[in-house]
């Protein structure tokens, strides 16, 4: 089954503590896609992958960082966690090929940092 | 900068009726639209890619129009089912890659049985 898988899917931390969010996708995708969903601001995007070893910021950067080392893979790391990172954050990929961008998301990782 | 609207943001029909879905963007130089749905606590799924030279797609019960000069894109349910609730959202591709897609903040839409 083609799909994006996210872990966790649940997750509370404290202030400062490193956590990694990683991502993952069977369909052989190009490009992968880091977003968060909050009340009242809409999805927006974090950090964004056309290939491997590719990575490029999105709208809303600061405070994540992200690899892809392998075409599958997008971890998102947060390396000292803050209370304004609580979110729901989503994994996206899509083929890269023009007007084929129909992007596939995960189930989302619901972070809360106290 | 691509603005993505989606009026109104919230919804509520009783089952049987035809509805119409808008979604609006500020620059008409897209690639692509789309329309997602997502489930409370879920990810977006896609509904329809609506690509630059298209005017119109359809799936099911669900057809997507474009109109790029007058930067509009309308989602239509036929004889909605309370299945359909959800929250639907919009997504304009500026780049032709996915990798600028501009969302809209979603309509929650609710079909009562």
């Known amino acids: 089954e083609a799909q994006v898988t996210q872990n966790p899917r649940y997750l509370i931390t404290v202030t400062g503590k490193k956590l990694t969010v990683t991502c993952s996708q069977n369909?052989?995708?190009?490009?992968m896609s880091w977003y968060r969903q909050d009340p009242g601001l809409g999805l927006r995007q974090i950090y964004y992958?056309?290939?491997?070893?590719?990575?490029d910021k999105g709208d809303v950067p600061e405070g994540y960082k992200v690899s892809r080392k392998e075409k599958r893979n997008f971890p998102l790391i947060l390396e000292s966690p803050s209370p304004n990172q609580t979110s729901l954050y989503f994994c996206?990929?899509?083929?890269?090929?023009?007007?084929?961008?129909?992007?596939?998301f995960g189930e989302g990782s619901r972070l809360t940092v106290l | 900068k691509q603005e993505v609207t989606q009026i109104p943001a919230a919804l509520s029909v009783p089952e049987g009726e035809n509805l119409v879905l808008n979604c609006s963007f500020t620059?008409?130089?897209?690639?692509?639209l789309q329309w997602f749905r997502q489930d409370p606590g879920k990810g977006l799924t896609s509904l329809l890619l609506?690509?630059?030279?298209?005017r119109e797609q359809t799936s099911g019960r669900l057809n997507a129009s474009l109109d790029k000069s007058s930067g509009r894109s309308t989602l239509y349910i036929a004889a909605s089912q309370p299945g359909d609730s959800a929250t639907y959202l919009c997504?304009?591709?500026?780049?032709?890659?996915?990798?600028?897609?501009?969302f809209g903040k979603g309509m929650k839409l609710t079909v009562n049985p």
């Open positions: 996206a990929s899509s083929f890269l090929a023009v007007g084929t961008g129909e992007l596939f």
């Open positions: 369909m052989n995708h190009e490009y």
């Open positions: 992958s056309m290939n491997v070893e590719v990575t």
């Open positions: 620059d008409s130089a897209i690639y692509n």
């Open positions: 609506i690509q630059s030279s298209q």
């Open positions: 997504a304009a591709d500026t780049q032709g890659g996915s990798e600028k897609l501009v």
